[in-house]
């Protein structure tokens, strides 16, 4: 867990977070609060993957917090299995067998904590954001060259002036843009963003 806290900070020295893009490619989750009502519909129209990702309170914290949680968890539960087992037997099993236990007490641990430090951390507070909240916003073509068909990597900052990494092509199929260009983003199809060239100075 510490190497992974030690690569996300080195990667956002270099300007790049691993964790913020994989975070933007995921696919479309519910409202995390969709899980809670009577019928839960809104958790329906997403597909498997996104409720998956849902029921696991991905959208309440942001994705590193969840990933510490769940491998803190999943080792935890790893050695109480392995404790029991040892108490019941007199020597512990094998771990691919004590892991099938402790992989569902390490996703029941995340969902249920996760949904309790999100109240805790209303998700205003956190680095989760709506990918819609994007639109409208200025981006910087960090690395790459961006093509309709063919995008490359852009930094943007949302309304709470945080920094999200995405991936971003022309809406001009006969545009492109090369790094250190600045854009505004003005629609979205699933993780891929267009934007258009800069009409004018944004304002400081």
Known sequence: MLAIGVLEVVSLLVGFSPFGSIEDALPDVPDPDAFDAPDASG?????????????????RLPLL????????????????????????????????LAAIPALFGGAFATRHLGRL????????????????ELIGSYATIIRGEARQGQPAEAKTTDLRGRSHYILLEPDDPAMSYGAGDRVFIVGQDKNIYRAVTRLSKPQE
Not at 43 to 59: E, I, M, N, Y
């Open 65 to 96: 917090m969840l990933l510490v949680i769940f491998l803190t968890t999943f080792g935890l539960s790893g050695w109480i299995v392995q404790w029991v087992a040892g108490s019941a037997s007199g020597a512990p099993i094998s771990p691919w």
């Open 117 to 132: 430090l999100g109240r805790i951390f209303p998700r205003d507070h956190t680095e989760v954001a709506s990918q819609k």
């Open 43 to 59: 958790a329906a129209d997403v597909g498997a993957v996104g409720q998956v990702l849902g029921w696991l309170s991905v959208g």
